[in-house]
């Protein structure tokens, strides 16, 4: 089992759709989570940390299971410009962070 | 003002070369990283270092050496390059300590193709 798993993509959904996605993560000793974006040919940049309480962020919504050992990020009324690679991020341990491997999502007009 | 850069930013170069790539930030982090993307996309942790020590090493062979001068400079070295070291790699930095999130902020890239 991978360390990091995230929703197969791609994602494609019209302008102003709420969209999920889903992470799963291993080790049940992770300290902190995150999501980041990457875009086409750029480096990833973050996005948002994910609070145990859950957090918001504008459209953005992130959530934390521990229990379950899962992380969902909810965009609402998706733009154009939120087409890219969504990265969750895991903090393992002493500066250990582990990328999954990305949705990629593609808003549509 | 650019925060964490890289050079070159992109690198052609025959099987068996050997090259490097350099890797500077200019925000007072303590711990720079490199980061192999291959063509999958999966973004992999390689190499971190703390105050120019080296405190993660994955799975990596030993064809690749980072050398970090100074905490501000992470450099990686790769001899004998091989057709599957193709890939994107990136330098990052971070605050190890006296930040709650260690946000790591990434450099633009750098575009290896082996031929």
């Known amino acids: 089992r991978k360390e990091v798993e995230q929703d197969p993509g791609p994602f494609n959904v019209p302008e102003g759709a709420t969209v999920a996605f889903n992470c799963t993560y291993s080790?049940?000793?992770?300290?902190?989570f995150f999501w980041y974006r990457q875009d086409c040919r750029k480096e990833p940049k973050l996005l948002m940390s994910?609070?145990?309480s859950g957090n918001e962020d504008g459209r953005f919504t992130a959530q934390l299971n521990r229990a379950s050992q899962y992380i969902s990020l909810l965009i609402r009324d998706s733009k154009l410009s939120d087409s890219a690679t969504y990265l969750c991020v895991v903090k393992t341990s002493y500066d250990k962070v582990i990328f999954g491997p990305g949705t990629s999502l593609s808003v549509i007009p | 003002d650019t925060a964490v850069s890289q050079t070159p930013k992109y690198l052609v170069t025959q099987m068996g070369n050997d090259k490097s790539i350099k890797c500077e930030q200019n925000l007072g982090h303590d711990t720079m990283y490199w980061y192999k993307q291959d063509s999958k996309k999966f973004l992999k942790i390689m190499f971190s270092?703390?105050?120019?020590?080296?405190?993660i090493n994955e799975t990596v062979p030993n064809r690749f050496s980072p050398k970090s001068p100074d905490k501000a400079h992470l450099n990686l070295h790769i001899n004998s390059l091989e057709l599957g070291d193709s890939a994107v790699y990136f330098c990052?930095?971070?605050?190890?300590?006296?930040?709650?999130?260690?946000?790591?902020?990434f450099g633009p890239g750098t575009r290896l193709t082996v031929l």
């Open positions: 990052a930095s971070s605050l190890l300590r006296g930040s709650s999130y260690n946000e790591q902020f």
């Open positions: 994910v609070y145990s």
């Open positions: 270092y703390n105050n120019k020590e080296l405190i």
């Open positions: 080790n049940s000793a992770s300290q902190s």
